[in-house]
């Protein structure tokens, strides 16, 4: 009904038998956090991989501006 199923009411039993009802909150806000900092962490993976990326397209972005006329020189004489 509610997509719990029979197993489900098991392991929260055992879980409930062995941390207490005191400790269940502390616990749940400890996973919490801890789901919340590994999602920023990849956020932050991924930012620093597309500042990277950007980075490298403005640097080949302005090698050819940059160079471009050097070349020809070099290549003419």
Do not use: C, W
């Not at 055992?14 to 749940?28: A, Y």
Request: hydrophobic residues 35%; glycine residues 12%; aromatic residues 6%.
């Amino acid at each position: 009904m509610f997509g719990i199923s029979f197993e489900h009411l098991i392991i929260v039993g055992i879980v409930l038998l062995i941390f207490g009802p005191k400790r269940l909150p502390e616990l749940g806000n400890t996973l919490g956090k801890a789901i919340k900092n590994f999602k920023d962490s990849l956020n932050g993976v991924e930012e620093a991989k597309y500042r990277k990326l950007a980075d490298h397209d403005e640097k080949e972005k302005a090698k050819p501006s940059q160079s471009g006329g050097q070349k020809d020189e070099n290549a003419s004489g």
